[in-house]
Structures are given as structure tokens and as C-alpha cells.
């Protein structure tokens, strides 16, 4: 069987935000690609779909930020951004608390009013926990950054279920996503740029991929047809898990995956915010979303909860967040150089790269690669 039909330059597999952005650009310097994907859908996590006027993000909670503004200007050629910002709330045990750590934060923790009284707050939690020097973990990170209460009650139990393992055992940049800010300021980014656009991801991709140069098939396996696949098509963008291209001859890589419950109520406001965290241990779930609350425009009427409950990843399970522990980083090093010797192949996105991405770095690196290859 053939599958290079129509004499394409670009196999493209994936079609998600890397293998879209590179398609769109391969059009338009006339250039044809097909694009494989092995979901029924375009648009990788960031699908989204509209159910009862509201759009849900079958993926779990994407809000686009970022400081990048050649991306954000990238981004919005394709839809208009509606200005939402994302303010989350811990519920601990029943006490509810600001995120990220925030003056809001500290006063609802300790009761400080001013920063040098959180300061103090944090430095004498920090020192009584004998943290000093560089952080080694997750763990010493967030002690050294917000003292022992907020890590026990905001932090230990949460990370520790998203991730199954200890705080102790994870690498410490996975805390400094969050923000530490000594304002009374709960937006969990501190990005310039930031919101979710009016209809959804989804059509972000119907547009990118909206060209007589590109196709699409869905419901493809590359593995099924990899031989096939890599000699007839002069170039080939690889989007998937970067140890499955390479049959996991070092050994897996290690994620980590989440599934999602969805309930829908007959109500206008069921949590009275977009994402509630629940941070203490037991709780199953780590996060619940309202979807309606990330979209001031939404149909009133009902209300679509999704709980997200983190879990094991085995091959048969969606990989999302790559564990970016010491094992791990060293293993994704090995594919890494097979992967150089790779000449026709190009591996990118968040599997591709072993790299635990937010949407606008995936953004980036796809339009840096684009630069590159049409230089
Ligand atoms: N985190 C936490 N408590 C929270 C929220 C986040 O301890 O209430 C930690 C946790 O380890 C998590 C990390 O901060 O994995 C990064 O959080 P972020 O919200 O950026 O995770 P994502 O949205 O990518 O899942």
C-alpha cells in the first residue's frame, strides 16, 4: 500500500499545536503535508468542544499565557482571546485559600497584613526546618519558598498525588511554575499576555489546517505503518512519545496521566469559581473545573463540572506530563541522541521532546523549527 499519494514534502505526525503550526507554515511556502493522528480528533490536549453553549476542554484546563509577544501575536491571527485570567482557589481540608502564594495567601494562613510580616513568617518557618543552600527537591523548594505551613497544607498533598511520589523525590523547577508574589495579587500567571479564546481551541486548528496543501487522517497509528511511512515520505515532523518511536529499546520514559470525570447540573454557578484546587492528600481528585466560569459569554441554564483525578501512565493510557526526575532525564538523553542520527525525522512538541511544555513554548519551538527549516 501506498501512502505518499500525492507527493508530499512533509509527513507530519500528530496533530496537535506542533505538527499544526508546522503545517500551516510548510503551506505557505507551498510546501504539502499529510498529517497522521491517532486520536479521533485535531488539536492534540488542546481540544476543545461546546456542549449546552459552553466550550469544554476535553484535556483538562488550558489557558494561554505567555511574555512571548511574537507567539501571542501568532496565536491570535486565529482567534480572538476573550481576557480571561485564571484565579485559582485551594480548598484544604474546608479552609479556602488564594493561589498562587499571595498576600491574600499569607493573610488567610497567618494573618499578616504587611509583606515584611509574611517575610518574617516565611524565614523563621524556612530556618526552624533547617533549609539552606540550594534547593535539592520539590520539597526543600517550596519549604525555601513559602515556609512549612503553606507546604503542608497547599502543597505536599496536591503534588504528591498529581505525581504518585514523594515531593522529596521530585526536581524542584516543577514549584517555581508558580508564582511567589508578595502583592495582593491572585492571577496564577505573572505572563503578560493571558486568556482562553471566545470559541474554544478548536478552531485554532480548523483554520491552521484549512489549506488545499494540507491533509488530515485521523484515527491513524504511524506504528501500524512506520517502515512505510519513513521511506516513502522525504521528511517526517514526529510529534509522539520520542521513546515509543525508538520501541522503547532503553527502557520507558515515565508519565504521568489524569482522566477526567464530567458531571452537568442544572445551574448557573455550582463552584463560584473556574478551578478549585484540593490540595490535602485524601481527596482523589486534585482539581475541579466549572468550564462556564472561563467564559464570561457562556449560555446560562447549565453547568459542566470535570474533576481531574492524576494516575499511573502505562501504554495504554494518555501520556501527559512528562516526570522529568533525574532516571528519567538521563533515559530521554540516550533517545535524544538516537534521535539527532535521525536525519529525515524532526521531533518536537511536549512527547516529542520529553519537555513538560505549556502552549506557548510549544508554540515557540514549532516556530523556531519552521524558521529554520524554510531559512
Ligand atoms: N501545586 C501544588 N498545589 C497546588 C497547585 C500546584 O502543590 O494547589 C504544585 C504541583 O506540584 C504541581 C505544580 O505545582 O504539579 C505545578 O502546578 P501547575 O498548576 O502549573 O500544574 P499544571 O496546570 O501544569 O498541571
Not at 525525522?345 to 516529542?352: A, E, I, P, S
Amino acid at each position: 500500500m501506498k501512502f505518499n499519494t500525492k507527493n508530499y514534502d512533509y509527513l507530519i505526525v500528530g496533530a496537535g499545536p506542533y505538527g499544526s503550526i508546522f503545517a500551516h507554515e510548510a503551506a505557505k511556502h507551498g510546501k504539502r503535508s499529510l498529517i497522521i493522528e491517532k486520536r479521533s480528533h485535531i488539536g492534540g490536549n488542546m481540544y476543545t468542544h461546546k456542549e449546552h453553549g459552553i466550550n469544554v476542554h476535553d484535556f483538562g484546563a488550558h489557558i494561554f499565557h505567555t511574555d512571548n509577544k511574537e507567539v501571542w501575536d501568532y496565536v491570535n491571527q486565529f482567534t480572538e482571546f476573550n481576557g480571561y485570567i485564571n484565579q485559582v482557589v485551594a480548598n484544604y481540608k474546608g479552609e479556602l485559600y488564594n493561589l498562587p502564594f499571595n498576600m491574600n495567601t499569607f493573610y488567610q494562613m497567618w494573618g499578616v497584613k504587611t509583606p515584611e510580616e509574611a517575610a518574617a513568617k516565611i524565614a523563621d518557618q524556612k530556618a526552624a526546618a533547617g533549609i539552606s543552600g540550594i534547593p535539592k527537591n520539590l520539597e526543600e523548594q517550596a519549604i525555601s519558598l513559602i515556609g512549612t505551613d503553606i507546604y503542608s497544607k497547599l502543597i505536599k498533598g496536591y503534588t504528591e498525588k498529581q505525581w504518585g511520589r514523594k515531593a522529596s523525590e521530585l526536581p524542584s523547577f516543577i514549584i517555581r511554575r508558580l508564582p511567589v508574589r508578595y502583592t495582593f495579587d491572585n492571577n496564577y500567571f505573572n505572563h503578560r499576555y493571558q486568556g482562553v479564546p471566545v470559541d474554544g481551541y478548536t478552531v485554532i486548528f480548523d483554520k491552521m489546517l484549512n489549506s488545499e496543501l494540507i491533509d488530515v487522517q485521523t484515527n491513524i497509528d504511524f506504528f501500524a505503518n512506520k517502515e512505510e511511512y519513513l521511506t516513502e515520505f522525504p521528511k517526517v515532523i514526529y510529534t509522539g512519545m520520542i521513546d515509543a518511536f525508538f520501541d522503547y529499546q532503553f527502557g520507558e520514559l515515565e508519565y504521568r496521566s489524569v482522566r477526567f470525570e464530567s458531571e452537568t447540573f442544572e445551574s448557573d454557578n455550582k463552584q463560584g469559581n473556574a478551578v478549585i484546587n484540593y490540595t490535602d492528600a485524601e481527596t482523589p481528585y486534585t482539581r475541579v473545573m466549572e468550564w462556564r466560569h472561563f467564559d464570561k459569554k457562556a449560555d446560562k441554564g447549565k453547568t459542566i463540572i470535570t474533576k481531574e483525578y492524576p494516575q499511573n501512565w502505562d501504554r495504554t493510557k494518555e501520556a501527559y506530563y512528562p516526570v522529568n526526575d533525574k532516571r528519567n532525564s538521563d533515559l530521554f538523553k540516550k533517545y535524544r541522541k538516537l534521535a539527532d542520527k535521525q536525519e529525515k525525522v524532526l521531533f518536537g512538541g511536549r512527547l516529542g521532546n520529553y519537555q513538560y511544555y505549556d502552549m506557548d513554548q510549544v508554540f515557540n519551538a514549532a516556530l523556531k523549527a519552521v524558521a529554520k527549516e524554510f531559512s
